[in-house]
C-alpha cells in the first residue's frame, strides 16, 4: 500500500521539478527558490533509491547517469547539419540579400512603403527576416522519440556525429522528457488545426528534432578559470572552448561539473510550420529555452525588412560586452519556410540564412619575431610571432601576414607594435602598425631565397595569396 501511495508520490514530484525547471530556463522565472528546488529533487531521490524499480530514463534524477565512456560512438544525423556562410559589414550583408533575391526573382516593391525601402514582395507576400543572435558555444542535435530524449550529438563534419547524450543530460536546460502543450495554448500561441495535430501525435508516438548550441556563461567561465587557478590547473582559454571541452569529456560527471547551458535554434521535423518564428515559438512550448521575439531581453527579433536587420545587429553589435554569453553576431533566416527548398544550399551552407558577424574586437601588442610556415603544397607563408595578448577573450601569439607583399603594404617591421584582430573573432590579423612607438631597434624582413626545409630555391609566382 505504501509503495502505491509513494509511486503516485513519485509522478507528482517529477511534474513539478519539470514544471520549475521550464519556469527557469525557458521562461526565466525563479518561483521557487534553490533550496527549495533541491528539497524537491532530494525527495525524489530518497524514493527512487528506496524503489529501484521505479526509476524511469526520464526521471530528474537522471541528469547526470551513466558511466564514463572509453570513447564516443559515431551516429548519422537525420539530415545534415549545415554551417553558415560570413557576411562582415552592411555591403555584405546587403549582397547575400541581393542574390538570393535574384533567385526568388520577385515583383517590384511598392512605392508606398516607408521610406521606399523594404517590404520586397515574393509571390504576393512579404520577404521577412527573423534575427536572433550568434552564439559561440558547441551545435548539438537532440533527437526525442514519443516525447523522451533518446540522443544527443555533435555536429561532426555535419553528416556524422559524435553522440554525447549522457554528457547533454547534464544540462539543465535540456530536458529529459518534452512538454506537452495542450490545443488551446498551442491555439493561442497561433497554431493553426493541422499544425496542432501533427505537433501533439509527434510528441506521442513520433520523432522531433531539436538544434541549438551549448554554451558556457561567462559567469561560469570566470568562476572556473578562478578555480582552476588556484588549484594550479591550466586555465580554460574561453567560453567557447570550455563548452567543447566539457561535452567531450568521457566521464559525464565532469561534464556535470561544468554548469552548461543550452539554447535551442532549429526544430529540423517537419510538422507543417509556415515560418522560421513559430519554430522557436513550439520549441519554448516544448519546454527548451529558445530566443523569443517577443521575450524581455529581445535577443531575437522579426524584420520586415534588411534595414530592420542591420538595425537589429547594430543594437546588439554595441552591447554585446554586457551580454552573459560569447557571441560574435546575428544570424539572419529568411523566415518564410516555403523558400528554402527554392534557395536550396551551396556547399555546406543554406542560401537562406546567414552569419552577420561582428567586427573582430582588437588590441595592440608587439612583435617579436617573423617565422615562415610551409604549406603542403611548398608555399611559404610568414608569420608574426607576438606577445601574447588577449583578444576577445582569447590568448593570441601568432598572426597570419599572408605573404611578402602584405608585410610590404604594412610597412612592417619585427620589433613594431601593431593592431591585432580576431577577423569575425576568429583569425588572428594584422591590421595596422603604430610607427610612433618604434625604438629604432625594429628590423626589416626578407623572405629567403633558400627553402629553409629542402634547400631548394625560393621564387615569387604570380598567383593572388592576399587575405
Known sequence: ???????KRIAKLKTEINCHRYQYHVLDKLDISDAAFDALKNELEELELQYPDLVTADSPTQKVGGEALDKFKKVEHLS??????????????????????????????????????????????????????????LAVSLIYEQG????????????IGEDITQNLKTIGAIPLVLRR????????????????????AAIKSGTIEIRGEAIMTKTVFEKLNKKYKKEGKPLLANSRN?????????????????????????????????????????????????????????????????EEVIAFHNHWADRRGALPFGCDGVVVAIDDISLRAKLGVVGKAPRWMQAYKFSGEEATTVVEDIILQIGRTGILTPVAVLKPVSVGG?????????????IKRLGLKI????????????????????????????????MPKVCPMCGGRVEQRAVSLGK
Open 1 to 7: 500500500m505504501d509503495k502505491i501511495k509513494d509511486k
Open 80 to 137: 545534415a547539419m549545415l554551417s553558415l556562410n560570413d557576411a562582415f559589414g552592411e555591403e555584405e550583408i546587403r549582397a547575400w540579400e541581393k542574390r538570393i533575391l535574384k533567385i526568388l526573382n520577385p515583383t517590384p516593391p511598392p512605392l508606398s512603403l516607408r521610406g521606399g525601402v523594404g517590404g520586397v514582395k515574393i509571390g504576393g507576400r512579404e520577404l521577412n527576416y527573423f534575427c536572433e543572435l550568434k552564439l559561440d558555444g
Open 148 to 159: 523522451c530524449l533518446a540522443r544527443g550529438a555533435t555536429r561532426g563534419d555535419g553528416q
Open 181 to 200: 502543450p495542450d490545443e488551446s495554448e498551442l491555439r493561442k500561441t497561433g497554431f493553426n488545426d493541422g499544425q496542432i495535430k501533427k505537433i501533439l
Open 242 to 306: 570550455g563548452a567543447a571541452g566539457s561535452l567531450r569529456q568521457l566521464d559525464p560527471k565532469i561534464t556535470a561539473q561544468r554548469q552548461l547551458d543550452f539554447f535551442a535554434y532549429a526544430l529540423t521535423t517537419d510538422l507543417g510550420l509556415a515560418k522560421h518564428e513559430q519554430e522557436h515559438q513550439l520549441i519554448r512550448l516544448l519546454g527548451l529555452p529558445s530566443f523569443s521575439a517577443n521575450g524581455a531581453k529581445q535577443y531575437a527579433r522579426r524584420c520586415a525588412d534588411l
Open 394 to 406: 582569447v590568448i593570441v601569439s601568432r598572426a597570419t601576414l599572408h605573404n611578402e607583399d602584405e
Open 415 to 446: 620589433g613594431d607594435t601593431v593592431i591585432v584582430q580576431r577577423a569575425g573573432d576568429v583569425i588572428p590579423d594584422i591590421i595596422n602598425i603604430l610607427p610612433k612607438l618604434r625604438s629604432g631597434q625594429e628590423k626589416d624582413f626578407h
